[in-house]
């Protein structure tokens, strides 16, 4: 895992964009996002039932799986959202980038590889895309039924009750 503000250049969203401003996951914590390195599926376990998840599977964004609809697919993660749950992905193979809006609404950008584990809270602004290697297969772990409905940004977007409690709970 590395963290880093996104450099905001134009250009394939799957370059590193890089801006070289580091960020801690300290920082990341204080605005709800959680990292965890976990070298076994049973550290996964151990936090998924901590957090009372019980369902999961498993996502591999490629072309090879993912055939004709691999472009329409990354653009479309791409789009800044947000979810209602509580959003935990464990990267199992490859490499993929999560921007997440910090408290002043720049985007930090964290680069998972295999064994990282990451926990994004309701409400929270992200997007998702691979690499340039396009290839990550990740599990994806839910509490009850999936319900990842991702509701883009938009200005009404700020009176939803989930996105209300993700700010009014966040450090400053
Ligand atoms: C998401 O939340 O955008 C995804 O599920 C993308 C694939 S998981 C690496
Ligand atoms: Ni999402």
């Given at each position: 895992m590395?963290a880093?503000?996104?450099?905001?250049?134009?250009?394939?969203?799957?370059?590193?964009?890089?801006?070289?401003?580091?960020?801690s996951?300290?920082?990341?914590?204080?605005?709800?996002?959680?990292?965890?390195?976990?070298?076994?599926?049973?550290?996964?376990d151990?936090?998924?039932?901590?957090?009372?998840?019980?369902?999961?599977?498993?996502?591999?964004?490629s072309?090879?799986k993912?055939?004709?609809?691999?472009?329409?697919?990354?653009?479309?993660?791409?789009?800044?959202?947000?979810?209602?749950?509580?959003?935990?992905?464990?990267?199992?193979?490859?490499?993929?980038?999560?921007?997440?809006r910090?408290?002043?609404d720049?985007?930090?950008?964290?680069?998972?590889?295999?064994?990282?584990?990451?926990?994004?809270?309701?409400?929270?602004f992200?997007r998702?895309?691979?690499?340039?290697?396009?290839?990550?297969?990740?599990m994806r772990?839910?509490?009850?039924?999936?319900?990842?409905?991702?509701?883009?940004?938009?200005?009404?977007?700020?009176?939803?009750?989930h996105r209300k409690?993700?700010?009014?709970?966040?450090?400053?």
């Open positions: 590395k880093y503000y996104y450099d905001d250049a134009e250009g394939d969203q799957r370059l590193d964009h890089d801006s070289g401003r580091e960020v996951t300290s920082y990341l914590n204080q605005f709800g996002v959680l990292y965890h390195r976990c070298p076994s599926v049973s550290a996964v151990n936090i998924a039932e901590q957090r009372s998840y019980k369902n999961r599977d498993e996502i591999t964004v072309p090879d993912m055939g004709a609809v691999y472009e329409e697919k990354v653009k479309m993660f791409f789009n800044e959202h947000l979810h209602e749950d509580e959003e935990i992905r464990y990267i199992l193979d490859g490499n993929g980038f999560f921007d997440v910090d408290p002043n720049e985007w930090v950008r964290i680069r998972l590889e295999k064994d990282d584990l990451i926990i994004l809270p309701a409400g929270i992200h998702f895309t691979t690499d340039s290697n396009n290839y990550i297969k990740a772990l839910f509490k009850d039924e999936p319900k990842w409905t991702p509701l883009n940004r938009a200005p009404d977007l700020e009176n939803n009750p409690s993700y700010i009014q709970n966040r450090a400053a």
